[in-house]
């Protein structure tokens, strides 16, 4: 059916180019660019053999010019960005110059703030529709998948939905002290940030890891959960009409807090440069490179992801509950495609997103966040490829 042009070739696009060769009807030709080609040989490497031809390439994605070459020798159909954050920009730039969809799964975050908003993004929107292409924003779990439940929420089980709270608990165990599970510079950056929520039409700020819960998690049992600003809160507060509260809580264990208070108490964890032996270096990135690569993890992992959102609101005048949630087993995801559930969760959604803009099922010029679209092709891609999704009609409600 078409071409996609994945740039990034670590954890989380290590999964979708794996997925993308399971559906070669859809994805004839990939072409996987990053600045280290050697990565992506070895993956294609891997992977030749199938009917998806895959192709590779060096670029560095800072730069618009290098991207637009790549992108008119290739001609992909759609460009699927899985490198990281900082790159969001001159991609979509890219994108416009060539008239090529566009879909990603983080949102934009300047390399010297430690804040990550959509207004730079959505400020491409006119751009984007003037230009006839379509940029899907936010396409793996959370955000991504969390986004699908609550527009499919709203579509078949509500007429108003007043309070969402999306948990994401990893019940996971590697072995080590401490080891982020997806890049541990954007990891960081989001766990040590303040928490935040929206209530009533205001955001309500809270202290890094002020607010915490117990939940007990089918598959997991029972955690610890720390409430986080999570950037599909932005967009969901936006587009879920008449919407009250949303909050978003992650599950931390006590090995893990206690190392990040420690590294962060000696300035590790900081991203102002400093000058070591007559060369500056960003203490943060110094740490990424001494802490074990959330690629590593995958062999090592064992248990489960729970991640799913509760919704509260009315049906007939009724007040109603709603539990949608995935459960994705660690080892099972590496028996499969060599990677942890963290990768796999967001690595299938990004496949699906790329899919469905290929298909033309979510073709709508402008610049969109995920829940803008009509759930129910992703709801069932998502049973398709991996990510079947359960519900619950009486969840135990977070106080
Ligand atoms: P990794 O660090 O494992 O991979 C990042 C990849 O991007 C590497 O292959 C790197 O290769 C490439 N890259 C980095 N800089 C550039 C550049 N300038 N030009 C071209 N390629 C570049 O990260 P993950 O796979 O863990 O995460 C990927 C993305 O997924 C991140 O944006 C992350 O925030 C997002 N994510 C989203 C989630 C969700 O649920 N929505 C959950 C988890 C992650 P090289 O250095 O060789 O260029």
């Known amino acids: 059916m078409g071409k996609a042009l994945i740039i990034g070739c670590g954890g989380v696009a290590s999964v979708a180019i794996h997925k993308c060769c399971q559906n070669s009807e859809v994805f004839e030709e990939i072409m996987i660019a990053s600045r280290t080609k050697s990565k992506c040989d070895e993956l294609k490497k891997k992977l030749d053999g199938g009917k998806t031809k895959i192709h ?91 986004g699908v439940f609550s527009a499919y929420a709203l579509k078949h089980h509500f007429d108003e939905i007043s309070n969402i709270d999306i948990l994401d608990a990893n019940g996971g165990d590697h072995g080590y002290p401490f080891a982020t599970n997806f890049n541990p510079e954007i990891n960081i950056r989001e766990v040590t940030a303040k928490g935040s929520y929206w209530e009533n039409g205001k955001w309500v700020e809270t202290e890094p890891m002020e607010i915490k819960r117990e939940y007990d998690f089918e598959g997991i049992g029972k955690k610890d959960m720390y409430l986080l600003h999570h950037e599909e809160l932005e967009s969901l507060a936006l587009n879920i009409k008449g919407i009250k509260r949303i909050r978003f809580f992650m599950t931390f264990g006590q090995s893990y807090l206690t190392h990040l208070k420690c590294l962060e108490n000696v300035g590790m964890t900081s991203i102002e440069p400093i000058e070591f032996d007559g060369k500056m270096i960003v203490p943060l990135q110094f740490l990424k490179a001494v802490l ?19 919704f509260t609101g009315k049906k007939d005048g009724t007040e109603k509950h709603y539990y949608l949630y995935n459960i994705c087993d660690h080892q099972e995801a590496y028996a499969e495609v060599g990677s942890q559930a963290i990768s796999y969760t967001t690595g299938v959604p990004a496949m699906i997103g790329a899919m469905l803009l290929l298909t033309g099922d979510w073709k709508k010029p402008g610049v969109h966040n995920i829940e803008e679209f009509d759930p129910d092709p992703f709801m069932d891609a998502l049973n398709k490829w991996g990510l079947p999704w359960q519900e619950s009609f009486s969840p135990v409600l977070v106080d």
């Open 56 to 146: 590779t390439a060096k670029v560095d994605a800072v730069n618009v010019m290098d991207l637009i070459s790549l992108i008119n020798e290739f001609q992909p159909d759609v460009v699927l960005n899985l490198a990281l954050p900082y790159q969001d920009l001159t991609i979509m730039e890219a994108c416009l110059a060539t008239k090529t969809d566009y879909v990603d799964t983080a949102n934009y975050e300047p390399l010297d703030t430690a804040k990550f908003e959509y207004k730079w993004q959505w400020a491409y929107r006119e751009r984007f529709e003037k230009a006839g292409i379509t940029a899907l924003l936010g396409s793996g779990f959370d955000p991504g998948v969390t």
């Open 292 to 310: 074990p690569d959330p690629a590593s993890l995958g062999p090592r992992t064992k248990g489960k992801t729970n991640i799913g959102c509760i």
